[in-house]
């Protein structure tokens, strides 16, 4: 499976961006699709996932805020982020994979080349 990320650009806080995760070369239905960002200086940290059935986890800072779908049929997801603070200005990665842990990045198997987040204050 490729993924690749798109949306991400340049906006004000409180502004909202829509991330698209597109994969081909294979089918996201049955994975877990996460997403993950990594702001400049600091590690990579997870955002939220959703799972093949719908169910999703959200990392705590964003619940509310940041919404995650998927359409199995399109082969896509999605990352609807509201209320953007400038602390979730990152480099946004989406991948798929079957975690044990959600949580995890290093359980994610396939993982997109990421797009840019910048939220000026």
């Known amino acids: 499976v490729q993924l690749q990320a798109s949306g991400g650009g340049t906006v004000q806080a409180g502004g909202s961006l829509s991330l698209s995760c597109a994969a081909s070369?294979?089918?996201?239905?049955?994975?877990?699709m996460g997403w993950f960002r990594q702001a400049p200086g600091k590690v990579r940290e997870f955002v939220g996932m959703?799972?093949?059935?719908?169910?999703?986890h959200y990392r705590d800072s964003v619940k509310g805020r940041f919404t995650i779908s998927r359409d199995n049929g399109k082969n896509t997801a999605h990352l609807q982020m509201n209320s953007l603070k400038p602390e979730d200005t990152a480099v946004y990665y989406c991948?798929?994979?079957?975690?044990?842990?959600?949580?995890?990045?290093?359980?994610?198997?396939?993982w997109g080349q990421g797009t840019k987040v910048t939220v000026s204050s």
């Open positions: 991948a798929a994979g079957t975690p044990l842990v959600f949580s995890n990045e290093y359980e994610y198997e396939y």
């Open positions: 070369e294979g089918s996201i239905s049955r994975y877990g």
């Open positions: 959703i799972w093949s059935g719908g169910t999703t």
